[in-house]
């Protein structure tokens, strides 16, 4: 059905302007003021910004993780995350050694087909590079549009690939047109403090925190950069929790090499402190890499604001506290790693971010949309309001104060890692190819609605924008 958004702010990453939006086969067909179309519906976004749907690059919904399963899968993930303004999910698909990639791929189209309410994406887990994998990874890429790969260098004897792989991922990486993410800890140092830590009787969550020091998300990031510029390939490093990280990302880039870096909520608002709570709560905050001394904070929001990192991802990856996060239980090495942030990404960049004066409100949608489609090949069809571009778009109350709760959240887990805190601003209904999936605040969508997307090659010239000085 047509719709016509009136009376709203449209917001871009790089316009804020009054207008009207027609909607037509889930399309944004006309931008301007008095639009006419017959049998449109008309909605009414008074009071209320209009920007195109966020697009939460770093989930994982579904996840084995640790003798576990994350909480919330493709249903009550992307629910929570429509509630929080997310229109688009970019899923880490896991692989294992050995196994085909498409059997990998299949497992995971298997837990989103009749599942998502939202359109989503997949990156795909690099743990080996040989001939089978060089041969399956052209069609990956041409028959899956899974343009983005992702090699962990933590994580020993689970996920973590040796720099070798990394190497050659990111020269493959460049042949064939893919971006290569990177979780950035050095593994092997991780695994001897840890053993050590234990072996000194040290089992508390916070020793998961004290055996991953800063320096070693540091060394990760600017060893996966030396690679980058070695092989003059592409790198996205996810989940930037320290300065020491962000400083390699900006020493990259000041050299010209193809470096992008995303941070988190947690890291932007929580610190080291949470993971003393007591009674095993610190447990709560176990993120790898871990939440970080307070100071961090002010590195990664400036960071934010000059551009030296690009993006916010959440890296849901959610466990109950009963059951789950209980596991590690006199042994802090067992607490399944990774929180429920996946609704709330929008919410604390908007009110710890643009109603608190550190980022611009064009920055924050360049942050949680435009950034993100361009890096992942999805921009234009996604992360902008423009003509021809899909009707994603979030209608946002900006004024609305709130407290956020476990007892509202949509998320399927038994604690928020907000909880208490108080905000300002709200999602109050959400479109996806035109549809509404959450209206005035309630959920309308219909799981399995929403996509598959096959995405465009990486392409670094569609990354540049006035502002950007980055010389490749
Ligand atoms: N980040 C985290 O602690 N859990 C999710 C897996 C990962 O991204 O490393
Ligand atoms: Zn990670
Ligand atoms: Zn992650």
Redesign the pocket.
């Known amino acids: 059905m047509k719709k016509i958004i009136k009376n709203g702010t449209i917001v871009t990453a790089t316009d804020t302007f009054e207008a009207e939006l027609l909607i037509e086969d889930g399309k944004i067909t006309q931008i301007g003021s008095n639009l006419l179309a017959v049998g449109a519906e008309i909605i009414d976004a008074k009071g209320c910004l209009v920007f195109p749907g966020g697009i939460d690059p770093?989930t994982?919904l579904d996840m084995p993780?640790g003798g576990t399963v994350t909480k919330d899968d493709f249903e009550s993930g992307t629910i929570a995350a429509a509630f929080g303004g997310t229109t688009t999910v970019i899923d880490?698909c896991l692989t294992n050694k050995g196994e085909p990639l498409k059997k990998a791929i299949q497992t995971w189209h298997e837990k989103a087909k009749d599942k998502a309410v939202i359109d989503y994406g997949f990156h795909l887990m690099i743990s080996e590079i040989n001939d089978n994998v060089l041969k399956e990874l052209p069609q990956v890429i041409e028959e899956e549009g899974i343009t983005s790969f992702k090699v962990?260098m933590?994580?020993k004897n689970v996920f973590q690939a040796d720099d070798e792989t990394l190497f050659k991922t990111l020269v493959t990486a460049k042949e064939l047109g893919a971006l290569v993410m990177v979780?950035a800890e050095n593994g092997d140092v991780i695994d001897y403090l840890t053993k050590k830590a234990l072996e000194e009787g040290k089992t508390d969550p916070i020793y998961h925190a004290l055996t991953r020091p800063p320096e070693l998300e540091g060394e990760a990031t600017g060893r996966a950069a030396h690679f980058t510029g070695l092989a003059n390939s592409q790198l996205y490093v996810?989940?930037v929790s320290c300065a020491e990280a962000a400083e390699k990302i900006a020493e990259a880039r000041k050299k010209g090499y193809d470096v992008w870096g995303e941070t988190c909520p947690q890291y932007l608002v929580l610190d080291q402190s949470y993971l003393e709570k007591p009674n095993f709560e610190g447990a709560k905050y176990?993120?790898?890499?871990p939440l970080r001394e307070k100071w961090n904070q002010d590195v990664l929001w400036n960071a934010l604001k000059t551009g030296q990192l690009q993006t916010l991802g959440s890296?849901q990856?959610s466990f109950d506290f009963k059951g789950q996060k209980e596991l590690g239980r006199g042994d802090f090495t067992k607490i399944p790693?990774?929180?429920p942030i996946i609704e709330d990404r929008l919410t604390i960049l908007f009110s710890e971010g643009v109603k608190k004066g550190r980022i611009s409100l064009n920055q924050f949608v360049d942050i949680t949309s435009t950034r993100i489609a361009k890096l992942f090949g999805l921009f234009p069809k996604k992360g902008t309001i423009a003509v021809g571009a899909d009707a994603d778009l979030v209608i946002f109350d900006p004024n609305i104060e709130r407290v956020i709760s476990a007892e509202t959240h949509h998320m399927a887990v038994d604690y928020n890692a907000f909880e208490g805190m108080k905000v300002t601003g709200e999602p109050v209904s959400v479109l996806v190819r035109g549809e509404f999936v959450v209206r005035d605040k309630q959920f309308v969508g219909k799981p399995g609605s929403g996509q598959y997307l096959k995405r465009a090659k990486y392409n670094v010239n569609s990354q540049l924008t006035q502002n950007q000085t980055l010389s490749i």
């Open positions: 770093h994982h993780f880490f962990f933590a994580y979780h996810v989940h176990v993120w790898s890499p890296d990856c790693n990774g929180g």
